[in-house]
């Protein structure tokens, strides 16, 4: 068991890759708590994990909300070994006919919210002297992408703020790593609707010859959050199936 008696806080975490990496943390020992802000699924997947989850209905973006969700959860289970910024959104479309309603609004989620969950952990882990925070990235924030210049932008963003946050976090000899993951094209709501013409053209530049799964990502999560990556941090790691070679 990877995760014996951690306590991990995931954001977006009954999203498609958010509940597999609920699901592969809690089969390697964890207690999860799901920040969230769609609450359909708590139940199904309370019934099916028991008391090893427990769900929070929170908009990330809500600062007091969080701040109050943070405090009890730091109350209740006296500390968060480990943090998953999954939450995310897209709103896709050519820059020039980009509403500032759709920039802003991808920028709010994807790199504000990220700010303020991480900001409320982070204090914390800084009580605590250790830490993991993994922050979910994109390939587009590294390489851009035609139709998702507000999210590009916001995953960018994440990893400068992960780069940052790296350096800051260990300042006074704290054990905090700070990494960031930039998955591909995942098997997800995010990428169910892109047409079939697009997925064929992504699918021949792929080396490996199919779109990456939930249980990828999860497990290259799980890697970051455990000791197993002691000594990584402040990096960004792509799991892309050789998209951009
Ligand atoms: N699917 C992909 O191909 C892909 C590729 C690269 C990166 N990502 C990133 O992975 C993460 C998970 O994506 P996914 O594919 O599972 O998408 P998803 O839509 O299935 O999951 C995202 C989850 O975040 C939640 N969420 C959205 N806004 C929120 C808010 N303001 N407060 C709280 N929760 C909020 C949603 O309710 C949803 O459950 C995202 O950050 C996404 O940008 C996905």
New binding site residues.
């Given amino acids: 068991m990877k995760l014996r008696d951690k306590i991990a806080v995931v ?8 509940s597999k990496i609920c699901e592969v943390f809690i089969s390697e020992g964890a207690t999860v708590i799901g ?4 609450d359909e699924k708590f139940d199904e997947l309370s019934n099916k994990f028991g008391e090893s989850i427990e769900f929070f209905k ?4 809500d600062s007091a909300k969080l701040k109050e969700v943070v405090n009890e959860i730091s109350k209740k289970y006296s500390k968060i070994d480990i943090l998953v910024n ?5 709103k896709d479309n050519l820059f020039l006919i980009m509403s500032e309603k759709e920039f802003i609004d991808v920028i709010n ?2 790199l504000i ?1 990220t700010f303020l969950v991480t900001k409320e952990v982070a204090r914390v882990m800084r009580k605590q002297k250790e830490g993991s925070i993994i922050n ?5 924030g590294i390489d851009g992408n035609v139709g998702q210049a507000n ?1 590009s932008a916001s ?1 960018a963003a994440i990893i400068g703020l992960t780069k940052t946050l790296a350096k800051e976090l260990t300042m006074k000899g704290e054990k905090i790593r700070v990494n960031a993951i ?10 169910v609707n892109i047409p079939d013409n697009l997925k064929n053209k992504v699918l021949e530049r792929l080396c490996i010859k199919r779109f ?1 799964r ?1 249980e990828d ?1 999860a497990k290259l999560v799980l890697f970051l959050a455990s000791d197993d990556s002691q000594y990584i941090t402040g990096q960004v790691i792509r799991i892309d199936g050789g998209l951009t070679l």
């Fill in positions: 954001t977006g975490a009954t999203g498609d890759i958010g920040l969230e802000k769609n929170v908009d990330i973006t999954n939450a995310g959104i897209t989620v994807n919210g979910i990235s994109s390939v587009v999210y995953k930039a998955p591909g094209f995942i098997e997800s709501r995010m990428t990456g939930p990502v």
